[in-house]
């Protein structure tokens, strides 16, 4: 492989065969994989170590909707617990949109029957968005409201996973 | 089925040693360091070409001559029924050697060495000969490129069907299952540098029938030369002269 | 991979901060498109899309199937894209392969609407032939034959435009069949369906370089890229789709004020390309 001066990450989401209601195959996910690094890469301080690559494997035991928001909380949570060094821990939630109604954390049935999706993947104390995705028709004020509900949830989501961080660490102390 | 009618024309209009329509086009791709591409009757393709450079692989590298390399694919939208298959199946890996071997044997590798030459061919559609087709555009995009070589290699293919020598054959007359003759040569050396036939053919009439596929690369030949002079004359213009 | 010097990168970023490119263009322009149909006569609808150095084909073939179980009333689309190696000698075997996968999966987000299918360019519903039995299943392939950045516009672009230009042969179906029986269906040869395309999106990238955005990035300028977000708009200025490509973050306010930009290029864009689209068809029904 070529010499780097910055830090590579590697990421590959996989599904168990009985992660769905229905037997699946239990294969690679590449376009969860590709997501997972773009949210990732502009968190983690890639310079810091030049030459070595960092690999991050997530595997979904069990899918029950919103996989990929739990997929890159837990692996920023695993890159923490793991001493890489970021800018800040990354956080990510979705929102379906059914019909008129806004729903933050869908469920399987719900992402089913959606019109539209928004992911959006922050790091809450920068306040700064590393990922974005739109599916569906959307409009404006549309846009606005379920940003603004996805950042607020960010930020909470935030705090609970630096309390968990907090309690690991006192935890191993002891 | 009659494929060559008494009046003695086949099933397309065309005289048996008549060829499917030509049209060529040099440096279609910007970013290459040349292109081209080439149609023969049906069959599309792209050529482009990268090079000489660095050689990638440093343990390809080789000091007295230039490493050239090939790489054949086909658009997933090139044959009647949709096909989506993986690179790199063992068709393709057939066609991108012949057409390394053919093009290998016309480049004076000897005056670029510690370097790499890239031929990439795109087939856009796919009749019959994308093989020649290849083998056309890639000599057209090297031309272009400006790498030098003996010679221009041309290709065309011929068969036999119906008792009668075809020039060019084209899908009808190729799935007839007669046999068929692909012929690359370097017109000017009058030498040739690649033949492929399957089906069987007697001795006698397989030189018929081979002598027949060299016109035919000729004429190919005359062609890409009216061609690269058009294009020559075009650039000549551009720069004031 | 584009190697540029320190004075090269310098030059671009300094221009796009003074609003002139080193092309000649300023930050919202575009190149100049150009749309060629019926590139691929055995597909059903092609064309060819060239911006500026950046060349694509777009194809659109339909098939029989039959719908899924779980939406019988909806027919199959599919977006498929491939980087030929002749644009560029990295994608030479698999080496294009990551590029195709994220151009594919953005184009499907951006084009192909929600899981209900709302917001969809092309209605699912109506490539339904007889409900939960036959449908058209519509493949879309994408090739890259040569690319100087913006790829993504180009593809939608060059989708859009064969679309326009597909024709769907007319079907009939047989008679009546009970039970779980596959009909019989019989395809006409002379008469073709055309799609409405007025709702089909065009995506807009903006690409940040420094404090800026620009639009229609080359592969140059995205080099020197921060983050680029691709936005597809339809008809309605409403959002059909959103993806953030690089890694640094950005502030929400800034990608909301980008998707005030996008809606107001978009409107250009859509106009541009429906008159070449026009201009294009006309001059492929007289050849």
């Given at each position: ?6 830090g ?10 009985f992660?769905?209601?229905v ?8 376009e ?21 690559t960092?690999d ?8 029950g ?16 617990d ?7 821990l ?18 399987l ?17 920068r306040?700064?968005v ?5 599916t ?28 968990c ?10 | ?39 023969m009757?049906?069959?599309?393709v792209?050529?482009?070409?990268y ?29 009647g ?55 056309n ?17 041309t290709?065309c ?24 003759v ?19 053919l007697?001795?006698d009439i397989?030189?018929n029938?081979?002598?027949l ?23 000549e ?5 | ?20 490119r080193?092309?000649g ?20 609808g ?15 073939k ?13 027919g ?34 951006c ?15 109506s ?15 994408g ?9 993504l ?7 859009k ?79 059909c ?11 929400p ?12 290029v ?22």
């Amino acid at each position: 492989m070529m010499y780097s001066d910055i830090g590579r990450l590697n990421c590959n989401v996989s599904y168990t065969t009985f992660s769905t209601p229905v037997r699946g195959q239990g294969s690679d996910h590449k376009e969860y994989s590709s997501m997972l690094l773009k949210a990732l890469e502009g968190a983690i301080m890639l310079e810091t170590f030049p030459k070595t690559t960092v690999d991050v494997f997530a595997l979904v035991l069990e899918s029950g909707g919103s996989d990929l928001p739990v997929v890159i909380s837990c692996a920023s949570l695993a890159l923490a617990d793991a001493g890489i060094r970021m800018y800040d821990l990354v956080a990510a939630v979705s929102v379906s949109c059914l019909g008129k109604n806004l729903v933050i954390d869908p469920i399987l049935e719900e992402e089913s029957y959606q019109d539209g999706s928004l992911i959006l993947t922050c790091m809450p104390s920068r306040y700064e968005v590393t990922q974005l995705t739109f599916t569906g028709e959307w409009s404006t004020p549309d846009i606005n409201e379920a940003m603004q509900l996805c950042l607020d949830a960010c930020g909470k989501l935030g705090k609970v996973m630096r309390s968990c961080l907090k309690e690991a660490a006192s935890g191993s102390q002891d | 089925m009659e494929y060559v009618s008494p009046e003695g024309l086949l099933l397309d209009g065309r005289r048996p040693m008549e060829m499917r329509q030509l049209r060529a086009e040099i440096g279609t791709v910007a970013k290459a360091d040349g292109s081209a591409v080439f149609e023969m009757g049906n069959t599309k393709v792209i050529a482009a070409v990268y090079g000489p450079r660095e050689v990638q692989n440093r343990s390809q590298q080789m000091s007295d001559q230039a490493l050239v390399r090939c790489e054949y694919s086909m658009a997933n939208f090139s044959t009647g029924d949709r096909m989506r298959k993986p690179k790199g199946d063992r068709r393709s890996t057939e066609i991108s050697l012949v057409i390394r071997q053919t093009m290998e044997a016309c480049i004076l590798t000897h005056l670029m060495p510690r370097s790499q030459i890239d031929i990439f061919v795109q087939v856009l559609q796919a009749d019959v000969g994308t093989r020649s087709a290849c083998i056309n555009a890639a000599s057209l995009a090297l031309a272009d490129a400006g790498i030098p070589m003996r010679d221009i290699v041309t290709s065309c293919s011929a068969g036999y069907l119906n008792s009668t020598p075809l020039l060019d054959l084209n899908y009808v007359e190729d799935s007839a299952g007669g046999a068929d003759v692909t012929v690359g040569i370097l017109p000017k050396l009058d030498k040739v540098t690649l033949l492929q036939m399957d089906a069987k053919l007697p001795l006698d009439i397989f030189e018929n029938v081979m002598g027949l596929a060299i016109e035919g690369c000729k004429a190919v030949a005359n062609y890409i030369r009216e061609i690269l002079l058009e294009n020559t004359k075009q650039l000549e213009y551009r720069r004031g002269l | 991979m584009v190697g540029l010097s320190a004075g090269e990168k310098h030059f671009i970023q300094g221009g796009i901060a003074q609003d002139l490119r080193s092309d000649g263009r300023k930050r919202l322009t575009y190149r100049s498109i150009y749309v060629e149909t019926g590139v691929i006569p055995q597909a059903h609808g092609s064309a060819r899309v060239r911006l500026g150095a950046t060349d694509v084909i777009a194809s659109v073939k339909a098939e029989l199937g039959r719908p899924s179980g779980l939406q019988p009333d909806k027919g199959k689309i599919a977006i498929f894209v491939d980087c030929s190696p002749t644009a560029a000698p990295m994608f030479e075997g698999r080496g294009g392969e990551e590029l195709s996968t994220e151009l594919s999966v953005a184009l499907q987000r951006c084009l192909l609407g929600g899981k209900s299918g709302a917001g969809a360019g092309i209605d699912p519903a109506s490539l339904v032939v007889v409900e939960g039995k036959v449908c058209w299943d519509l493949y879309i392939d994408g090739l890259v034959i040569s690319s100087d950045g913006n790829l993504l516009d180009a593809l939608a672009a060059a989708i859009k435009a064969a679309l326009s230009n597909t024709g769907i042969p007319k079907v009939d179906v047989a008679a009546e069949t009970t039970g779980d029986e596959q009909p019989e269906v019989n395809i006409s040869d002379e008469e073709f369906l055309q799609f409405d395309t007025s709702g089909i999106p065009v995506i807009v990238t903006l690409t940040k370089v420094g404090r800026h955005y620009i639009v229609d990035a080359t592969s140059e300028e995205e080099s020197q890229m921060s983050s680029a977000v691709s936005i597809s708009i339809n008809r309605k200025g409403h959002i059909c789709g959103l993806t953030k490509r690089g890694g640094a973050g950005l502030d929400p306010s800034i990608i909301l004020d980008m998707i005030s930009v996008a809606k107001h290029v978009s409107e250009q864009l859509l106009n541009k390309l429906d008159s070449e689209i026009a201009a294009a068809e006309a001059s492929d029904e007289e050849s």
